[in-house]
């Protein structure tokens, strides 16, 4: 009888894990809510405002109050 019941708890639990498992596949990239998903699992976010650059990004530096970040660019 109690290997019924911990068969029975252990077949509950397994369950309960696959039922909860959600059926949207996440994709490396950006994120639908803000964010990136990278190739390890772990999620980023920008913790300021992101601005896209161009095509070659040749170098940059954080300005000595930490507010900006100026970027050498050297593409079209």
Known sequence: MKRFAIAAILV????????SK???KE??????GGGFLLVSG???RAAG????????QMSA????????????????
Do not use: E
């Not at 509950?12 to 039922?19: E, Q, S, Y």
């Not at 300005?63 to 050498?72: E, H, K, N």
């Open 12 to 19: 509950l639990a397994a369950a309960t894990v696959i039922i």
């Open 22 to 24: 959600s059926n949207q």
């Open 27 to 32: 994709t490396v990239g950006p994120l639908p």
């Open 42 to 44: 772990w999620k980023i």
């Open 49 to 56: 405002r992101q601005v896209p650059v161009d095509t070659f």
């Open 61 to 76: 530096v954080m300005s000595r109050d930490g507010r900006f970040l100026l970027v050498l660019n050297g593409g079209y």
